[in-house]
């Protein structure tokens, strides 16, 4: 089994930043794509942004391409999303995301296997 639990969310000015964090533990050996997802009140789920464990490829959703970076670091289990450039719209509940069944980065969510509980992220204008 594996858990992750995210960290990092809160309220920022609209044009700030974040850095979300993600935490993986449990099995460790099956780790192949991780993901961050948002979802905003009364929308469904959408995809931010992916990267394969391996560190070597990365996918972003248009919406946020040239503001958020993810990155991964190996010693610690755990994958950041880090944000600039921050606006209203980007405000939602963000998850973060494991498939373990293949190494191929997708944006569908039931392609995915586990997923945290969630953190708030609030961009005031």
């Known amino acids: 089994q594996v858990q992750l639990v995210e960290s990092g969310g809160g309220l920022v000015q609209a044009g700030g930043s974040l850095r979300l964090s993600c935490a993986a533990s449990?099995?460790?050996?099956?780790?192949?794509?991780v993901g961050w997802f948002r979802q905003a009140p009364g929308k469904e789920r959408e995809f931010v942004a992916a990267i394969r464990w391996s560190g070597d490829s990365t996918y972003y959703a248009d919406s946020v391409k040239g503001r958020f970076t993810i990155s991964r670091d190996n010693a610690k289990n755990s994958v950041y999303l880090q944000m600039n450039s921050l606006k209203p719209e980007d405000t939602a509940v963000y998850y973060c995301?494991?498939?373990?069944?293949?190494?191929?980065?997708?944006?569908?969510?039931?392609?995915?296997?586990?997923w945290g509980q969630g953190t708030q992220v609030t961009v005031s204008s």
């Open positions: 995301a494991l498939r373990t069944g293949s190494s191929r980065i997708t944006t569908m969510t039931n392609e995915y296997d586990y």
């Open positions: 449990g099995r460790t050996f099956s780790r192949f794509v």
